[in-house]
Every structure is written in structure tokens, then in C-alpha cells.
């Protein structure tokens, strides 16, 4: 990994919109785990505000993603989230 991509001072905060079909959900990135391959979200939904823990996973490209959903069928990619504001 560069040094550039284990900074997890680049994704601090940034935020990720996703439509699930039913509602828009979005993702703000509290913490990124290197060493663990995990990420920390609060995801809000409907008005709900919720916070977990997920397990990264490198893709053939090596992009990094997390699996979301209820049966985490959803890939989202790290490099996806933007800083609030840009």
C-alpha cells in the first residue's frame, strides 16, 4: 500500500450517498483501521443515525470496499467517498 492510501486522514469524514431502492443512505467514514482492515461508518437512514464496524476487502484491482446491506450484497468502494464540501 502507498502512503497515500494508508492515511486515514484522507477519507476522515468524507461521506458516501447510496440508493437502496427504498431510501437514500449515507455513509460518513469515523474511522479507517489499516492494520485490522476494518472501517468505521455512521450510516444514516430515514432520519436514523446508526454507527458500525466493517471488515475491509480488496477487490481484483485493489481497490478497497466494504459489504453492506442485508445480506451485504452491496460492494462499496472507499475511494467512492468525497470530503463534505467538495
Given at each position: 500500500?502507498?502512503?497515500?492510501?494508508?492515511?486515514?486522514?484522507?477519507?476522515?469524514?468524507?461521506?458516501?450517498?447510496?440508493?437502496?431502492?427504498?431510501?437514500?443512505i449515507?455513509?460518513?467514514?469515523?474511522?479507517?483501521?489499516?492494520?485490522?482492515?476494518?472501517?468505521?461508518?455512521?450510516?444514516?437512514?430515514?432520519?436514523?443515525?446508526?454507527?458500525?464496524?466493517?471488515?475491509?476487502?480488496?477487490d481484483?484491482?485493489?481497490?478497497?470496499?466494504?459489504?453492506?446491506?442485508?445480506?451485504?450484497?452491496?460492494?462499496?468502494?472507499?475511494?467512492?467517498?468525497?470530503k463534505?464540501?467538495?
Amino acid at each position: 500500500m502507498s502512503k497515500k492510501e494508508t492515511s486515514a486522514n484522507k477519507y476522515y469524514l468524507s461521506e458516501f450517498s447510496y440508493d437502496d431502492g427504498e431510501y437514500e443512505i449515507t455513509f460518513n467514514i469515523i474511522d479507517l483501521d489499516f492494520v485490522n482492515r476494518t472501517i468505521t461508518v455512521a450510516i444514516t437512514r430515514a432520519g436514523k443515525i446508526t454507527q458500525n464496524t466493517f471488515p475491509l476487502f480488496r477487490d481484483y484491482s485493489g481497490k478497497l470496499y466494504f459489504e453492506f446491506g442485508r445480506f451485504f450484497e452491496n460492494k462499496i468502494d472507499i475511494n467512492d467517498f468525497a470530503k463534505v464540501g467538495d
